[in-house]
C-alpha cells in the first residue's frame, strides 16, 4: 500500500527519537494500516485516490466555499468556488458542473505519474464537443476518481468558465457568475460553508497504480490531446 509506505519513510526515520512534548505518538503499522483504510467520514466517502494524515488536520466532509482567483501577474479577480463532494455523488456532480460551459468546450489533462519537473505534465484538446466529452469521461470514471495523479479541466472556448477534477478529487470553479454553479451543487445536496477547509489544506497522501498511469495514456489517446 503507497499510503502506508510513505507513511513508514517519514516515521521511521533514523533521527527520530522521542515523540515531542504535545505531538501524537507514532502509530504502529496496524494502527496506520487502519487509519489509512478508513474511507469514510460520517456521511462523506472518500475515493481510494487521497487520504489525510494520521493526525487529521482536516476531517473530510462534504460541502463547498466560496473563493477567488487572483492572478499573481496582472492582479485581476476571477470569482471561483471549490467543492468536497462524497465519492458516491463526485463524478455526477462533476458532469452536471459541466452543463453552463455550453456545447463546445476546451479540455487541459494533467499528469504527476512521471513528471519531469516541479508541475504536472498537461495535455490539451481544443474543441470537442460536450455529448462526446462527457462519453469519454464515462469511460475513464475510474481513473478520474481514484487516481491521485490524475487531474481534468474543462474550459469554455471563450468565456471565463473553468471547472476542474483536481488530484485531490475537489471540485473547482472558476466563473464570473457562480449562481448557476451553486445551484447545481444544492441540487446535488451539497452544503454552502464559509469555514469548510479542504483535504488539500492538512497534510495528506495520494496514491496511484502503475496501471492508472496506462489508462491515462489510453485517456489522452481517446481525446486526441497533445
Not at 88 to 100: D, I
Request: hydrophobic share 35%; net charge negative; glycine share 6%.
Amino acid at each position: 500500500m503507497r499510503f502506508l509506505d510513505d507513511y513508514l519513510d517519514v516515521f521511521q526515520s533514523p533521527r527520530r527519537s522521542a515523540t515531542p512534548e504535545g505531538a501524537i505518538a507514532r502509530p504502529d503499522r496496524a494502527s496506520l494500516e487502519t487509519h489509512l483504510a478508513r474511507r469514510r467520514y460520517g456521511r462523506f466517502t472518500l475515493t481510494e485516490a487521497i487520504r489525510p494524515s494520521w493526525q487529521l488536520d482536516v476531517v473530510p466532509q462534504a460541502g463547498y466555499r466560496l473563493d477567488t482567483y487572483v492572478d499573481p501577474r496582472t492582479g485581476s479577480r476571477l470569482p471561483a468556488l471549490i467543492a468536497s463532494v462524497s465519492s458516491e455523488k463526485l463524478f455526477e456532480t462533476f458532469l452536471c458542473l459541466l452543463e453552463p460551459l455550453g456545447e463546445t468546450c476546451d479540455i487541459v489533462l494533467e499528469t504527476s505519474h512521471e513528471r519531469d519537473g516541479t508541475e504536472p505534465n498537461s495535455f490539451t484538446r481544443d474543441g470537442i464537443e460536450r455529448l462526446v466529452l462527457e462519453s469519454v469521461l464515462w469511460d475513464f470514471e475510474d481513473l478520474l476518481t481514484d487516481d491521485g495523479c490524475t487531474g481534468i479541466a474543462i474550459m469554455h472556448p471563450e468565456l471565463s468558465l473553468e471547472v476542474q477534477l483536481d488530484e485531490h478529487k475537489l471540485l473547482i470553479v472558476y466563473a464570473p457568475s457562480r449562481g448557476p454553479f451553486e445551484k447545481i451543487l444544492m441540487d446535488q445536496g451539497i452544503d454552502h460553508c464559509n469555514q469548510m477547509r479542504f483535504i488539500s489544506q492538512g497534510e495528506h497522501l495520494h496514491t496511484s497504480h502503475t496501471r492508472f498511469a496506462r489508462r491515462f495514456d489510453e485517456m489522452t489517446n481517446r481525446f486526441g490531446a497533445c
